[in-house]
């Protein structure tokens, strides 16, 4: 389809997973002017596991890098929900059918090989140019054309000038607070009071423990839950690295600055948080390297009332950051992506008019649903950290009844329900044919 708005100047702010899905997206949809700017050096990608689920899988492969991605992904065949004290099997739910449901299998991979696969086909597209270690800070203008003040580390201030600014800075975002002040709106970063330590220990280090062994040769995801814990572990890069990822209270960061995400974590506190979790977990906790403790604050914010002001749009975790339980954050940005990408180059024209009614168009085809999952996510929470008493009592009934195949499954991201909302979402095909109609409504 031809474009009319291809040299419309569109400036992303970071470059993260939806800032680098947002640039790839327009590029392939033929803009010509599309401008990254990430206040990081460069794209040193690390971090932990992710869950590459059908719905992110389908953009991914229509941008052209899912190939890439999947070949050291590993495909999922089933996810045990265990007891954390005695790793007694609560649920266990076969994900085979879903490649065949939803037209590709749930699979795992690492972050890393995501992120590198999207910005190594940004940089084959001549329309995207990337500037690094450059803050996007002050807001000069949100329409008819808006412009912010990028602050390089090394050199003076400029000013940026685009027709669209799309903001994919994170839950930390510089761009939102500046937009809700002008709107005379207040959404403020909500704890969670929940913190999350991510670990990945290599094949070696586990090879000599036959048991830790079995789990990083199976397909599986296990997630052992406790009082206000959990613990949700799987293999990744071509099983060469079991990915570990914990929730538990926050007691590390409570006193801490509002800005601070992330601490060096201490192996002793880790195995105190957990130690009446199962033999199991003791001993892949206990292989940790002394000093490579990481621990990562749980923050979201309230629901904002409008992610749209002027021909600025906020993006991902800026606008609808997510607790980690329904493996659906970086998804949810690169759908958001997407969907960006289809309603501005199906604007009628440039003007900055129909720029914004294209963006609200955007807002109005992805907030509900992003809303939802979060509200899942913290949700599915809610009954996984149960401790005991009659709610704990009733979710474990529920589980019960799953093993006959009966009921909904009390964790939600392996309900086959939440699965079809979820996965059998088509964000493209949706935002192609509801388009023209919500265009002309606005």
């Known amino acids: 389809m031809d474009n009319p708005n291809k040299d419309l100047r569109i400036a992303i702010i970071g470059g993260g997973m939806g800032g680098l899905a947002c640039a790839l997206a327009l590029a392939k949809r033929g803009f010509t002017h599309i401008e990254v700017y990430e206040i990081a050096s460069n794209l040193g990608f690390v971090g932990a596991g992710i869950q590459l689920a059908p719905n992110m899988a389908r953009v991914l492969d ?25 790793d007694f099997e609560l649920g266990n739910v076969d994900l085979r059918y879903i490649k065949e449901t939803y037209g590709y299998p749930h699979m795992v991979g690492h972050r890393s090989s995501l992120a590198g696969a999207l910005y190594e086909s940004c940089k084959r597209e001549h329309s995207v140019t990337f500037f690094f270690s450059t803050a996007a800070e ?47 709106v207040d959404a403020q970063v909500v704890d969670t009071n929940q913190a999350a330590y991510r670990i990945m220990l290599q094949r070696e280090e586990m090879q000599n423990d036959p048991e830790l062994v079995q789990l990083i040769d199976s397909d599986k995801v296990t997630r052992w839950i406790g009082e206000k814990r959990h613990i949700i572990a799987y293999p990744v890069s071509s099983k060469t690295i079991y990915n570990i990822s914990t929730v538990q209270p926050d007691t590390n960061f409570a006193a801490a600055p509002s800005a601070t995400y992330t601490t060096k974590g201490s192996k002793a506190s880790m195995l105190a948080i957990f130690d009446d979790f199962c033999p199991t977990i003791h001993r892949m906790l206990s292989l940790v390297p002394d000093g490579e403790v990481c621990e990562w604050k749980l923050r979201v914010h309230s629901p904002l009332p409008t992610w749209v002001h002027g021909s600025v749009a906020l993006l991902g975790d800026a606008c609808h950051p997510t607790l980690p339980h329904m493996a659906q954050g970086a998804a949810l940005a690169i759908e958001d992506a997407a969907v960006l990408a289809v309603v501005l180059a199906r604007a009628p024209d440039r003007e900055p008019g129909s720029v914004n009614k294209a963006l609200r168009v955007y807002e109005r085809l992805r907030k509900e649903r992003a809303e939802l999952l979060v509200e899942l996510a913290a949700a599915s929470g809610r009954a996984l950290h149960l401790g005991e008493g009659a709610a704990k009592a009733e ?48």
Request: charged share 35%; proline share 5%.
């Open 62 to 86: 229509r941008l052209g890098c899912w190939a890439e991605i999947e070949k050291e992904a590993v495909d999922l065949k089933e996810t045990s929900i265990r007891q954390g004290d005695t």
């Open 138 to 184: 002050e807001v000069n203008a949100f329409s008819p054309r808006p412009s912010f003040r990028a602050q390089p580390r090394k050199g003076q201030p400029y000013t940026v000038e685009a027709d669209v600014v799309i903001a994919a800075d994170g839950v930390k975002s510089n761009i939102r607070p500046q937009m809700l002040k002008e709107l005379g």
């Open 395 to 442: 979710r474990d009934r529920q589980f019960a009844a799953l093993k006959e195949g009966k009921g909904k499954v009390p964790d939600k991201w392996a309900d086959a329900d939440v699965q079809k909302m979820i996965y059998g979402h088509d964000c493209m095909r949706v935002a192609e044919e509801s388009f023209d109609e919500l265009f002309a409504g606005l």
